[in-house]
Each structure stands twice: as structure tokens, then as C-alpha cells.
């Protein structure tokens, strides 16, 4: 592998509702990592006990970790985007969108940018190289097949996993489009953020980088070819949810490097078996939670429609 000068940059936008996942998504990252990472975390806000578990995660892997404290709604304000909508209460999934050019202003030409819910499952060997590469933007791209978004684009991005050259998006106004797209659109698009980076970059330069770098999918076959698992949707830390292979992983390498961050002798490859067995026995189980949760949102997508029905006839 081609190794770079400098480490690879990671960079993460949060609040403290999500910031207890960080270091757990870092150890992941460390854990996987063949070269000396450096990790950009801006957050809103974050709790004093989270703060010193990312710290704590940092110092374990002699890693870096640079904290900074990001006000993305006075960001937001400042241009003049006092209305932009939230996204389920938060603003910070702009933050990826000012983060960039904040991040190139200080001397930093690529970085990877991660939503908080993913997990390393494997090498980043393969990903560096793509980092190495990286001469404008990459992601897992594409037209979604009956997609009502009227902002879909040819080379639509999900923007939970993004690998950015930096120089690139600068040069090319990344963050002025963006928030052009977000003053004429931000009252009409679903996707906001991801909508306005898709928008805002031209299509023949959007390189993707395939499904195995966010992989959204839970089949136990997806799981094995993915580099980094995606938790979009249901949140595996919602134990009573639909259950699937992806969140069986999840609970094992959360077991994992939590006794591995704490000095245990633990193995990869014993714990795989395990959970592997665990997975196997509590099938039945699962079966019967993952229909009780169908049949439940079957009900309550029927009682929504006849409400709207009702409200119709008013």
C-alpha cells in the first residue's frame, strides 16, 4: 500500500445524544486502521463523561483525537439559514458541510468524513488506498430506483460516508453551493445536508466507492463484504427492534472493545464464534420479535391512514 506523509484524517459531527457511540466507533477505526489516523470530532455539544472516553480511546490506540466544540447554529444563522429545518432536533448534519472548508483553511487537503453510527468491521487498508487516490469526492453514489426525491441527482451521494479532498471542494466553491442550495431549497428538501452536497457538486466528479464502504444492508451475506457497516435506519442500540446479523455484530464488538479497552485478552476470532452460536440458538427468538415488530408498524401505518382518511372529510 501506498502509505502518505501525514495521517489519515477522520472527521465526525455530533451532539451529545450520539456522542457515547464515539468510542466505540473510534476503537473500531483504530482497531482496523494500518497507518497513524488523526480524528476531527466537532460537536454542539457533548458530555464531560463521553469527552473523557473518547480521550481515553485515543490514548489506548496512541491515536490522536482533536475535540472542538462547533456552533453550528450560529453557523447557520450567520448565513442567513436561521430556517433551515432540523434534522429529528438536530442541526449537526450540516456541520460536515462548514467542517470541510474549515478543515482545508488549516493545511488539511483529505479527510474521511463519518456519520456516528457506522462500525470498522474490517481492514482500511483498501479504503486508504481510495484516500490516497481521492482527487475529488467519493461515496456510495448512484440514481435510487423510484426515488421521489425531486433533488436526486445521477451520482447521489449518501453522505454518511464520504472520503473528501479537501483542496478539491475548495477550489471548486463546495461550501459557498451549499449553502446557495440550502437558501433556495432547505423548505423543500427531505435530505437537506446530503441533498445540498449531492446538488452542489458536478455529477462526473462524484466518484463511488461502492457499498462495502457503507454498507446499509443487515443480511449476514452483505455483512461480509462490507468494510464498514452503516446503521441507517433502526438503531441497533434499540434492543426490542427488528434484529439481523448486522446487529448481532454490533453487540459483539460493542462486548468486544469494551473488554478490550478495559485490559482483557480478547480474541476477534473466539468471539465470532461465539456470537456466532448466540445468533444460532436465539434465531427462533428473534423470528418471533422481528413479526410481532412487522405486524405492530403494519397496525399503526393503518390507524395513520385512516386518521388522514378522517381529517380528508372534515
Not at 451529545?16 to 466507533?25: D, K, Q, R
Not at 454542539?44 to 483525537?65: H, N, P, R
Not at 483542496?167 to 446557495?180: A, E, G, I, S
Request: neutral net charge.
Amino acid at each position: 500500500m501506498t502509505m502518505t506523509l501525514h495521517p489519515y484524517n477522520f472527521m465526525f459531527a455530533t451532539n451529545a445524544e450520539f456522542g457515547w457511540l464515539l468510542p466505540l466507533v473510534l476503537a473500531s477505526i483504530f482497531d482496523h486502521a494500518p497507518a497513524p489516523c488523526r480524528v476531527f470530532i466537532f460537536y454542539s455539544s457533548l458530555y464531560d463523561k463521553d469527552q473523557k472516553k473518547i480521550m481515553q480511546t485515543a490514548q489506548f490506540y496512541g491515536q490522536e483525537v482533536v475535540l472542538e466544540q462547533y456552533d453550528i447554529k450560529h453557523v447557520l444563522d450567520t448565513y442567513h439559514l436561521d430556517e433551515a429545518p432540523a434534522w429529528f432536533g438536530s442541526f449537526d448534519a450540516y456541520t460536515r458541510i462548514f467542517a470541510a472548508e474549515e478543515l482545508y483553511q488549516r493545511g488539511i487537503e483529505k479527510c474521511i468524513y463519518l456519520d456516528c453510527d457506522v462500525l470498522i468491521i474490517r481492514s482500511l487498508d483498501s479504503l486508504f488506498k481510495i484516500y490516497d487516490g481521492m482527487n475529488t469526492i467519493g461515496g456510495l453514489a448512484g440514481r435510487e430506483p423510484n426515488s421521489k426525491n425531486p433533488f436526486m441527482t445521477d451520482n447521489y451521494l449518501n453522505s454518511g460516508v464520504l472520503v473528501m479532498n479537501l483542496k478539491y471542494l475548495h477550489d471548486h466553491d463546495f461550501t459557498p453551493r451549499c449553502v446557495d442550495f440550502l437558501q433556495k431549497h432547505a423548505a423543500d428538501s427531505g435530505y437537506m445536508d446530503q441533498d445540498a452536497i449531492s446538488n452542489s457538486l458536478d455529477q462526473s466528479a462524484v466518484v463511488n466507492i461502492g457499498a462495502g464502504y457503507n454498507m446499509m444492508r443487515r443480511s449476514r451475506n452483505d455483512v461480509e463484504q462490507a468494510v464498514i457497516l452503516h446503521y441507517a435506519g433502526q438503531k441497533p442500540w434499540r434492543f426490542w427492534r427488528k434484529w439481523s446479523h448486522a446487529k448481532y455484530v454490533y453487540y459483539e464488538l460493542r462486548l468486544f472493545y469494551f473488554l478490550k479497552l478495559h485490559g482483557m485478552p480478547v480474541s476477534h476470532r473466539c468471539f465470532d464464534k461465539i456470537f456466532y452460536i448466540i445468533e444460532f440458538l436465539t434465531t427462533p427468538l428473534t423470528y418471533l420479535l422481528n413479526s410481532a415488530h412487522d405486524l405492530n408498524f403494519k397496525r399503526r401505518m393503518h390507524r395513520k391512514k385512516k386518521r388522514l382518511e378522517r381529517m380528508q372529510h372534515r
